[in-house]
Nanobody
């Protein structure tokens, strides 16, 4: 079991940037894939980005490719989501998640542990 706590959300103007962090605790080894998902009001939770345990393999939703970057620092047990060129449609609650597997995944069902979420608001 791993506990995840997101931070870094907030209000930003369209075109601006935010960097989300996801601090993990409760598991001593970092051999698990992680992902970021988001959920806007009235919409289903959707995949944003994922990274494998090493940080070498990443994958992004088409809607954020080229604008968002997922990374991790295993020494700090923290994953990040750098979000650039933010658009109003990026506004959502962002959740980080951890798998019980070293690989990343685009499917929310593959994640066993979830954070509480952090709100990202993009003003147009």
């Amino acid at each position: 079991q791993v506990r995840l706590v997101e931070s870094g959300g907030g209000l930003v103007q369209a075109g601006g940037s935010l960097k989300l962090s996801c601090a993990a605790s409760g598991r001593t080894r970092s051999n698990y894939g992680m992902g970021w998902f988001r959920q806007a009001p009235g919409k289903e939770r959707e995949f944003v980005a994922t990274v494998d345990w090493s940080g070498d393999s990443t994958f992004y939703a088409d809607s954020v490719k080229g604008r968002f970057t997922i990374s991790r620092d295993n020494a700090k047990n923290t994953a990040y989501l750098q979000m650039n060129s933010l658009k109003p449609e990026d506004m959502a609650v962002y959740y980080c998640a951890a798998r019980n597997s070293p690989n990343g995944s685009i499917r929310s069902i593959d994640y066993a542990n979830w954070g509480q979420g952090t709100q990202v608001t993009v003003a147009s």
